[in-house]
C-alpha cells in the first residue's frame, strides 16, 4: 500500500537558495583569509566607472602587491583585458543569463588560484544594482560604485545594497557643474540608508579623492 505524503503548497526555494549562496561565501572567506588575501566585491550601476577605478587602483598598486580580478560579466572578456593592461591577473567570468555572481562562481574560480601567491583579490561584479544583493561572496569588504552620471536619486532608489556594503564611491564628480547633480543630497541619502557605510566622492579621470580610496582600502 503506498504511503500519502503531504505535498507542500508552497516551496521557498529562495530561502534555499541564499542559505546555500551564504553557506559557500564563508567557506570561501575562511579559504581566501587562510592565506591572508585582501578580498572585495565591487558592485554597482552598469557604466558607473568600476572597471576605470579597478585599472587605476591596479596601477598605482601593482608594483607593491600582487593583485587578481576577477570580472563578472554577461558575456565579453573587455573589462578583464583592460584591467590585465596595468599589471594584474585576471580572470573573466561570463555569467550568461545571471545578473550578478553568486559564491559558487567564485568557489569554482580560487579553486584553481595560486592563493599563496596572492595579496589582494578584487572581484568586479555584473553591473547592476539590485541582483548583486542576493548574493555574498564571502570577501571582507563590499565596495558600492555610483556615479553623478546616474541622478541624484540612485542611492535612494536602491537602499538594499548601500545597506549591504561598507563603502560608496560616488563617481565622476569632475561632471557635477554640467549635470548639476546635487552631491550632499547623495551623500546624505547613504548615510541615512547605512549610518556606518563610507562615503567617497571621487573622479577616476582627475584623480580628485582617490588618495582617499587607496586609504579606505588599506592598500
Ligand atoms: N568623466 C568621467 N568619466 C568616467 C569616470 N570614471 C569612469 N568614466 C567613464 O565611464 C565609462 C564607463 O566606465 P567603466 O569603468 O567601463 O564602467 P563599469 O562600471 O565598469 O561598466 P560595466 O562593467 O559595463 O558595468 C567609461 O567611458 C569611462 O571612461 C570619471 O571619474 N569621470
Ligand atoms: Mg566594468
Do not use: W
Request: one cysteine or more; aromatic letters at 2%.
Amino acid at each position: 500500500m503506498s504511503e500519502e505524503r503531504e505535498i507542500p503548497r508552497i516551496l521557498e526555494m529562495n530561502e534555499d537558495l541564499t542559505r546555500d549562496n551564504n553557506e559557500l561565501a564563508s567557506r570561501n572567506h575562511k579559504i581566501l583569509s587562510s592565506h591572508k588575501i585582501k578580498t572585495f566585491d565591487i558592485v554597482g550601476a552598469i557604466g558607473a566607472g568600476k572597471t576605470a577605478i579597478l585599472e587605476k587602483i591596479v596601477e598605482h598598486v601593482s608594483k607593491d602587491k600582487k593583485i587578481y580580478v576577477i570580472c563578472g560579466d554577461v558575456t565579453t572578456r573587455i573589462d578583464a583585458d583592460r584591467i590585465e593592461q596595468h599589471g594584474a591577473s585576471t580572470i573573466q567570468i561570463n555569467t550568461g543569463r545571471e545578473c550578478a555572481l553568486n559564491a559558487y562562481h567564485i568557489h569554482k574560480v580560487i579553486q584553481s588560484l595560486p592563493l599563496e601567491a596572492i595579496d589582494v583579490l578584487f572581484i568586479e561584479n555584473v553591473g547592476n544594482l539590485i541582483c548583486p544583493s542576493d548574493f555574498i561572496l564571502g570577501v571582507d569588504k563590499r565596495v558600492l560604485v555610483v556615479s553623478v552620471t546616474e541622478g541624484e536619486h540612485v542611492i535612494i532608489k536602491h537602499p538594499l545594497l548601500v545597506k549591504m556594503s561598507e563603502i560608496i564611491i560616488i563617481n565622476k564628480i569632475d561632471l557635477i557643474d554640467i549635470l548639476e547633480t546635487n552631491l550632499n543630497r547623495m551623500i546624505e541619502d547613504a548615510k541615512k540608508i547605512n549610518p556606518k557605510i563610507t562615503v567617497i566622492p571621487m573622479s577616476v579621470k582627475t584623480e580628485q579623492n582617490f588618495d582617499l580610496l587607496l586609504n579606505q582600502l588599506q592598500l
